[in-house]
């Protein structure tokens, strides 16, 4: 009976957990202190009495203090000013130097993902991924979960192991 006992709850744990790129343990909503939807935290970090949003893209470019990654904020219509749904980090190739700029040299989301880390290491934060394909030698894995307002995903892109960029946030209806 101890054996079955035993069994039975092994069986539930591990069911738990391999579901788990399906539950919203792998949700991150911020990067350096700047929170998806939420205008406030935006204008804590750069200032306050200003509309952020490029108005021409509807996408705000911020650099690190060394310039080397891009965190690229998504608006989406409909949205209020500062008021953004998507985050992308990567490294900053094309030497791109906007005004936005933040004291630190490199982007680290609430969860502590940052670029650099090895795919062992961001499947420990986040678990295992609902998705996987390769291509042209990039690894992306994919996360995804929905409800009745939204659907939140998440992409991590991987060469030779190591996180190369990252994208999350609200999907566009």
Known sequence: ??????????????SQSSGQSNQAGFIDS???KIKLRTPESVENVFGRGKNYVDQADDETDVITSDGKQLLT???????????????????????????????????????NISLGLTKRQVKKILGRPARIKTENGVTIWTFETSNKDNRYFGRYDFIDGKLIQFWFGEEYP
């Open 1 to 14: 009976m101890r054996i079955l006992i035993t069994i039975l709850t092994f069986t539930i744990i591990c």
């Open 30 to 32: 911020s990067v350096n």
């Open 73 to 111: 904020m998504v608006f989406h219509p409909g949205g209020t000013s500062n008021d953004f749904y998507e985050f992308r980090v990567a490294y900053n190739t094309k030497d791109i130097r906007p005004e936005l700029r933040i004291s630190s040299n490199q982007f680290v989301t609430g969860k």
